[in-house]
Nanobody, 117 residues
Framework: QVQLVESGGGLVQPEGSLRLSCRFY????????MHWYRQAPGKQRDLVAS???????AYADSVKGRFTISRDNSVSTVYLQMNGLKPEDTAVYYC???????????WGEGTQVTVSS
């Protein structure tokens, strides 16, 4: 059984920074592609960033150059460093794990990020 636990959300002023963490509890973290999604009130859940087991990364156009996804396989954790935050980045951020061997998909419960002055 896999459990994902996000942390690091909060209230930040525009142009500020936050770092989100997602701890993966379970086996075979290194066999999972890890994603960060976000969902603003009244909107669909959108993919923000992805990182492969070998640390290849991909980003939504809206966050390129501002957000950085990384992973530490030794502690089964994925991070999202968010710089230059804007009010439109306000959302609940969700961690997702996708096992590339068996296709299983897991979600965390989310962490709120609010960007406001």
């Amino acid at each position: 059984q896999v459990q994902l636990v996000e942390s690091g959300g909060g209230l930040v002023q525009p142009e500020g920074s936050l770092r989100l963490s997602c701890r993966f509890y379970g086996a075979n973290f290194a066999r999972n592609v890890m994603h960060w999604y976000r969902q603003a009130p009244g909107k669909q859940r959108d993919l923000v960033a992805s990182i492969s087991p070998g640390s290849s990364t991909a980003y939504a156009d809206s966050v390129k150059g501002r957000f950085t996804i990384s992973r530490d396989n030794s502690v089964s954790t994925v991070y999202l460093q968010m710089n230059g935050l804007k009010p439109e980045d306000t959302a609940v951020y969700y961690c997702n794990a996708q096992n590339f061997e068996n296709g299983m998909n897991y979600w965390g419960e989310g962490t709120q990020v609010t960007v406001s002055s």
